[in-house]
């Protein structure tokens, strides 16, 4: 079992993750005027590093958006496990919209959250939902250890005691019965197998839902882990966790825990069908490299995977774009 400092070291991984992101962003590879919010340290990242989030970053936008376009009648639901510092809240407005959003993560992380919410005027009217709703004035909540607002919740707790998360989700509006999207980047890999199955078990009996994942896979290729320093699954097997190991074993843990339909791609595959025409022109264009093998060899370590449920027909036409 896992002890209070490979808790640390996991939770560390968010400032891996945030810094990376900082740096790329810095660079131009996307936007992103939040982000330098959370973090202040810029620690410059190799130039495979930054192509890497980017495509990343641009595969989750995709599918959420999708998600978001699928019906505008009804509210919908996103549950962004392991959110860290994650700002697609603020990226994607999404305040604007008709969506319930709550992120779950380590009580240490989500203070630090909360604290930059509550110091920034940018993040912190970046909650303020817009829509009137006569019935129910906008409420802001931040006592450093959640927020919430009539829409956005910032929860802490552990993804390995999953009733107790779920029983704040139910005491947040969480509905059940609300198309629901769960996100989970880079973070399944981080729990024993029996705990992340739990969740996708929990996200596959809802009737309408779809569940995006990113995280590394082929743990066994140690030539291939070494070579691109790929930190998380290194740090995976200090602390004794196997990762999901392929492509199939990816889908198959979908479609045993409750979905009907499942899909996953190496990035490889994600980088040609989302970095396309002149916008992956100005992409290579900022940073030139000539460590093909390596850049292959990196994108064929993560896995971009989603799965739905039956019920909406409408989400199984989401594709990757
Ligand atoms: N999803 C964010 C992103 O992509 O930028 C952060 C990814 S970071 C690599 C992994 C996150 O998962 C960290 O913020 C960590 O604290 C969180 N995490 C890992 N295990 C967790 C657990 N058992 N309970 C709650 N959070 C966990």
Redesign the pocket.
Known sequence: SQSVSD?DA?????D???TA?LSAVNLGYWSDPFISLFVKRTDKKIPLIHRGYYA?VTA?HSILKQFMAVTTETFKQVV???????TSYWLLKLAEQRIRWYE???E??VMRKAAAIHRQTPLKTGLRVSEDEPDAPYVYKNDGQQVHTNRYHLI??????WDQLKAKLAGCDFDPSLPTLV?????LI??PPE?AAEIIRWAGSLPQSIFVN?EQILPNDAFGVTMVSNL?LRQCALLGIQAVPDLEAQRQRFLSNGFAHAHALDMIEVYSAVVQGAERTRIERIERFDEMEEWDIMLRHYCFSWAVTSQPSAFADIVLR
């Open positions: 808790d996991v939770r560390a991984t968010n891996d993750a945030a992101k990343r989750v962004v496990l392991g959110a860290g510092f994650d779950v993560d380590f240490a992380v802490s707790g552990d993804l390995r005691q996100l989970s980047e880079c973070v981080y729990l705990n990113y998380e």
